[in-house]
């Protein structure tokens, strides 16, 4: 009985390893991973030496110093933004007449013309960027109330909320006018 089970058992064996045979030939194989040597940027090294500065470059220092100049120039015109559009939340939030606010055309604004200047002048471009979208989420907030769609202005809203917590934030690195971000920030 035995004879009788090993014929097909040695040819099912024979089968299996031919099939596994052609697979892992045919098969395809991923591109070799390449691996690259940290530049010593985040080494273990710098970490543990606290007198190295990374601002030692002069590509840091005159960025740093461009951006100096820009909170310098602009800090005013992110927070006279920010006190406006609070005024256009707000107004959203105590839910006014949507006729008193469908004329209001936030990106015709002197703020909103400062603010875009400013995202222009940006040293960093996705800085500049967000900027840029911290004004688009305040005028789509405004025109999804105008037009009944609650849910798209309250996600708006809270956008803008985070876009003016990361703002400030970043304000308070070159502080021009420290009391008005303190104060504005607790509003």
């Given at each position: ?12 064996t ?78 959203i939030?105590?839910e ?35 900027l840029?979208?911290?004004?688009a ?12 769609d609650?849910d ?36």
């Amino acid at each position: 009985m035995t004879n009788d089970l090993l014929l097909p058992i040695l040819v099912c064996t024979f089968c299996l390893s031919v099939i596994v045979l052609v697979y892992l030939r045919s098969r395809s194989r991923p591109p070799a991973k390449t691996f690259s040597i940290p530049d010593g940027r985040n080494g273990s090294d710098e970490e543990t030496n606290s007198s190295r500065n990374y601002l030692d470059s002069p590509s840091e220092i005159s960025n740093n110093q461009s951006l100096a100049r820009w909170h310098e120039t602009f800090e005013r015109e992110v927070l006279n933004f920010i006190e406006c559009a609070d005024g256009y939340i707000r107004s959203i939030s105590k839910e006014d007449i949507a006729e008193e606010i469908k004329g209001v055309d936030v990106l015709a604004t002197e703020e909103a013309t400062r603010l875009q200047s400013a995202a222009s002048e940006h040293p960093s471009p996705e800085m500049g960027a967000e900027l840029s979208a911290f004004l688009a989420t305040v005028s789509a907030s405004l025109h999804a109330y105008t037009r009944g769609d609650m849910d798209l202005s309250l996600q708006q809203r809270s956008l803008y909320a985070e876009y003016r917590e990361i703002w400030f934030q970043r304000l308070r690195q070159f502080p021009q006018d420290l009391d008005r971000i303190i104060r504005l920030r607790r509003l």
